[in-house]
């Protein structure tokens, strides 16, 4: 990567974006000629992607810059609407990137398939079949996907849960039987959902209940990914503040959101502005990881922050964020999105758990630079200055007038649409 190609890459066009990517050495020239075009969306791809489909939703496609992650460098394709974001991202990560860099610790991807039965009549009966009958299990779901399980994956271990009747809710007791399933470079979700379905018949049989359901779980507690990074308190002064007391500030804010569901709610959001950008831009499902990662939120009881920031013994700070990332590097949209399949070559991911690395590094990031502009400046400024464009753009800027209506509102009194329709008219008429 030639990174001096990409000084002072958010002041140039989307154009010269594009062709500094490809002096940079990040792109080829051909990625530049589909960037040009607009990347779009082939009409019959979309058309066999989702049902009744009559349009295409476009988001913008950006790159976060300075991303160092295990010793190596990526610029990182973002989707996202909300201004702010992707300029957030970088930021943080140019400071954490002269502090050494992203860590990050994967565990080994395993999946939840879930079968719910009820009306079991006896539950340490039907565990104690479960268990003795535990390779039997095994081998049927095995056999339901055996090209899976030729490559290394499949059903791996088998958990069981008891949920006893809760008379507050009126809900009956569940008997709950977990495959842990290694999908490989896949999500998964077809493969998770074959092997439950499979074994439903022989549960019943075994347990004496009725099989509910058998369905994969989104909540994949199996399939963790962390973060962790260090920065000298040198790198993070800012304003009148020094670096020990935005050190500090940047924990205390953590520990209110560790106490307090209404800050880490919105404390979660921001870290989930960066993860989902990037999941929505590999091709990911970004809901299910939305909702796997807010449920980890609440695993004591209570919805906390899913980061922790701390002090070091020598002051330094540190950061940390864990994650469950059911993400897949191959299968679905991924092989066929064209937006998909460019953020593959962009990152050059050589398998999923890269990819998990580098998503749970921009949440990380994306969750320093929101908490160090709250507890300094205040989160307004960078997010004012940047919906000054969207209000020009509202107002019916065009062309080079976007930059000089934005520019006139940013020393205005007043940032709304209607002082952005004045200052047009006014720069119409001079």
Known sequence: MKKEYLHKFYQKNRLERIHALVSAEIIKEEDSLLLEGGLSLPDDVANHMIENQIAKYELPLGTALNFLINGKEYVVPMAIEEPSVIAAASSAAKIINQAGGFQTDIQNRIMIGQ????????????????????????????????????????????????????????????????????????????????????????????????????????????????????????????????????????????????????????????????????????????????????????RSGQYRSLS???????????????????????????????????TKRLLSYQNAKELESIIVSVGLGQNLSAIKALVTEGIQKGHMALHAKSLAITAGAIGEEIEAV????????????????ELLMNLRNS
Not at 120 to 143: S, T
Not at 270 to 277: F, L, R, S, V, Y
Not at 308 to 329: M, R, Y
């Open 308 to 342: 922790s920031w701390s002090k070091d013994n020598n002051g330094d700070l540190l950061g940390s964020l864990t994650i469950p990332l059911p993400i897949g590097a191959v299968g679905g949209q991924i092989n066929i999105h064209p937006g998909a399949q460019f």
């Open 406 to 421: 934005t520019n006139k509102l940013k020393h205005s009194k007043s940032l709304d649409i209607a002082t952005a329709k």
């Open 115 to 298: 079968v719910a039965l009820k009306e079991v009549p006896d539950m340490d009966y039907a565990k104690r079949m479960i268990d003795e009958h535990k390779l039997e299990i095994l081998q049927i779901a095995n056999e339901s996907k055996p090209s899976i399980v030729k490559r290394g994956g499949g059903v791996k271990d088998i958990a069981v849960r008891n949920i006893p009747a809760d008379e507050a809710l009126n809900t009956p007791p569940f008997l709950v039987v977990h495959l842990h399933i290694e999908t490989l470079e896949a999500m998964g979700a077809n493969m998770i959902d074959t092997m439950v379905e499979a074994i439903k018949p022989y549960l019943e049989q075994l347990t004496k209940g009725t099989a509910l359901m058998g369905i994969l779980s989104n909540y994949a507690t199996e399939c963790l990914a962390t973060a962790n990074c260090r920065i000298p308190v040198s790198l993070l002064q800012k304003g009148d503040y020094s670096g020990e007391e935005v050190r500090d500030r940047i924990i205390d804010a953590t520990q209110f959101a560790m106490v307090d569901p209404y800050r880490a709610v919105t404390h979660n959001k921001g870290i989930m502005n960066g993860i989902d950008a990037i999941v929505i831009a590999s091709g990911n499902d970004w809901r299910a990881i939305e909702a796997g990662a807010h449920a980890y939120a609440a």
